[in-house]
């Protein structure tokens, strides 16, 4: 018998899934891959954005940093149109760090920076809108260097006035504001140094090294603020070519000095000259001392000069008084030869020409004398107590201060130009130098005005009771024998110091 076979149920069909769906889910999966992509572009990019702010972003007070600067600059001057750099230096910032501490130092940093930002009319982070520098090539910026050192970049449009306004109002600002740290109340100063394209400078590396080394002029003369100036930029390289030939000038015969006369108030006698010194060179022409003296500053040659015109000027002073024209001889000597070396230089002049120490007016910077402090006093006083007359030259022009007259041993006040130029045009200008008169009387110095250029300047300066004149109006400074000819054709009373001599000049 045979058994029936078992056999099992066949398997159920697959159904078959619709294109359709298919290609929903692909471009689900494919939307999401995009969106992923899209978020973590974005993220990188903002991680980027921060790296690149973070790297342009000073993270003590969060102005812009250097290379923030550079960027800033580099913008403004692919914009078209001039740039205009300040760079700010803190005077005696080392005393707050060693003194109060590192902590109170960059306290004191953060509030310098808010006053910068204020000053310039920017929000905290030293750039308009909170943007970095350079987003915007038209806006201003505020910078901070490292250290005490900050940077501004002056909003267009730029002038080299304008920016020369702006520090002067920005370390007013300073100078002025509330800075307290550590519970210390603290006067802050700086020196500030500026620069403006393309004439100081086509780069942004240019115009931030020209600045620095107008700010370092500022810092050394106390001047506040100082427009950069090829002519004294000892790195600059026709300066380095021209420092070359200053020694060999010297040797060579090329320098020269010329005579400007100084006359009683109501012009009618010869008081002295002033020796100012000239470079004849050979292929720039006829120089005058600014153009080579900072340079010879910078180096020993300004003694040997210092010692070059004293002793010309007195030998050719010793010449008038043979012939009968007796009259005091004024020098001007450099802050940096303002030293204890002077007063030997000085007494051999007077050895060697035989020339009389009350005849002789040197004639000093108020900034050389502000600048030195103690050493120039003490210089000061050892000529006087030879017998040598001291002239403050270009008084108010620097940091003027009363206190630095306070027993100082000088014989004169000698105004500076810039209040005489204007004089009769200008109240403010009568007033100040109608104070600086009576200010010099009262303590027993003669007043003398330099820059008399017309009738109306000298008739007011003899009605303010001003000593002496001296300017264009009466002469131009002169050569030797040109000097001599202006005497005789002007035919002035000749006075030495103190008396008057015969004016027989030959």
């Known amino acids: 018998m045979h058994s029936a076979a078992t056999t099992g149920a066949a398997p159920a069909p697959v159904a078959a899934v619709p294109a359709a769906l298919l290609l929903v889910v692909l471009v689900v999966v494919v939307l999401a891959l995009a969106a992923f992509g899209a978020a973590a572009l974005r993220a990188s990019r903002r991680r980027a954005r921060e790296r690149h702010g973070a790297a342009r972003t000073d993270a003590l007070t969060g102005l812009g940093n250097r290379l923030a600067l550079a960027e800033a600059v580099t913008a403004r001057l692919a914009a078209g149109g ?29 509030q310098v920076a808010a006053s910068l930002c204020a000053g310039t009319g920017l929000p905290a982070g030293g750039t308009s809108g909170g943007g970095t520098p350079g987003d915007d090539p038209a806006a201003g910026a505020v910078t901070r260097l490292g250290g005490d050192e900050f940077a501004v970049l002056a909003a267009a449009p730029v002038t080299a ?39 100081d400078g086509t780069t942004a590396g240019e115009l931030l090294q020209h600045a620095d080394v107008a700010m370092y002029a500022a810092k050394r003369g106390q001047l506040g603020v100082v427009r950069y100036d090829a002519a004294v930029d000892p790195h600059h390289g026709g300066n380095l070519q021209l420092l070359g030939q200053l020694r060999t000038g010297l040797s060579d015969g090329e320098f020269l000095l010329h005579y400007q006369p100084k006359v009683s108030r109501d012009g009618g006698a010869l008081l002295g000259f002033e020796a100012l ?26 003694h040997t000069l210092t010692r070059w015109v004293l002793m010309t000027a007195l030998q050719q002073a010793s010449r008038w008084r043979a012939a009968g024209l007796a009259v005091s001889m004024s020098v001007n000597v450099s802050a940096v030869s303002l030293e204890p070396g002077l007063l030997g230089i000085v007494e051999e002049a007077l050895a060697l020409t035989r020339w009389s120490a009350a005849d002789l007016v040197l004639e000093v910077t108020e900034t050389a004398i502000i600048a030195d402090g103690p050493g120039a006093r003490t210089t000061i006083d050892a000529l006087r107590a030879r017998g040598v007359r001291v002239s403050i030259d270009d008084f108010g022009a620097g940091s003027t201060s009363l206190a630095h007259l306070r027993g100082l041993a000088v014989h004169e006040l000698k105004i500076d130009r810039q209040f005489i130029t204007d004089l009769t045009d200008s109240p403010d200008d009568d007033v100040i130098v109608s104070a600086v008169i009576e200010l010099g009387h009262r303590l027993g110095l003669v007043v003398v005005a330099e820059g008399v250029e017309t009738a109306a300047t000298a008739g007011r300066l003899a009605a303010l009771g001003c000593d002496e004149l001296q300017g264009y109006y009466f002469a131009r400074p002169l050569p030797p024998a040109e000097a001599l000819a202006w005497v005789r054709a002007e035919g002035l009373v000749v006075a030495s110091t103190g008396a008057v001599a015969p004016a027989v000049v030959d």
């Open 82 to 110: 001039p740039v205009g750099l300040l760079l700010l230096d803190l005077d005696g910032f080392k005393e707050v760090n060693d003194t109060l501490g590192h902590a109170a130092g960059d306290e004191l940093l953060v």
């Open 277 to 302: 010194l000239r470079w004849q060179h050979p292929v720039r022409g006829l120089l005058a001392p600014g153009e080579f003296l900072p340079m010879a500053e910078r180096t020993n040659l300004i």
């Open 161 to 199: 006035a304008a920016v020369e306004v702006l520090a002067k109002r920005l370390l007013a600002a300073l100078s002025m504001g509330d800075f307290s740290v550590a519970g210390v109340q603290l006067d802050v100063q700086g020196s500030m140094g500026t620069a403006c394209s393309p004439a």
